[in-house]
């Protein structure tokens, strides 16, 4: 079972999990996974392209659910998600 503190507000940390891949025309290195954990949470979490994904709204009746098509990484160290819509 995870444990996780609810004390403490802690912000993510974001790593890569595995080798990127260079995308030479963009300029940026895309992966197929990351790990997400926070300071007093014993869970790791790893998202990999190919997952839903639950987007954060402001309505919160009609969640927004998106499927992850790229994460990458510019020379800048700007990290992102490319996602697409899922509808019913």
């Known amino acids: 079972m995870a444990y996780c503190s609810t004390r403490l507000k802690s912000?993510?940390?974001?790593?890569w999990v595995g080798s990127p891949l260079l995308d030479r025309k963009l300029h940026y290195?895309?992966?197929k996974e990351m790990s997400?954990?926070?300071?007093g949470c014993s869970t790791?979490?790893?998202i990999q392209v190919g997952q839903f994904v639950l987007v954060e709204g402001n309505?919160?009746?009609n969640p927004y659910v998106a499927k992850l098509i790229e994460l990458f990484e510019d020379g800048e160290f700007w990290v992102g998600m490319k996602t697409?819509?899922?509808h019913e």
Do not use: A, F, L
């Open 29 to 31: 290195q895309t992966y």
């Open 11 to 15: 912000r993510p940390t974001y790593s």
């Open 36 to 39: 997400v954990t926070s300071k």
């Open 84 to 86: 697409i819509p899922c």
């Open 59 to 61: 309505d919160d009746d």
């Open 44 to 46: 790791e979490i790893r």
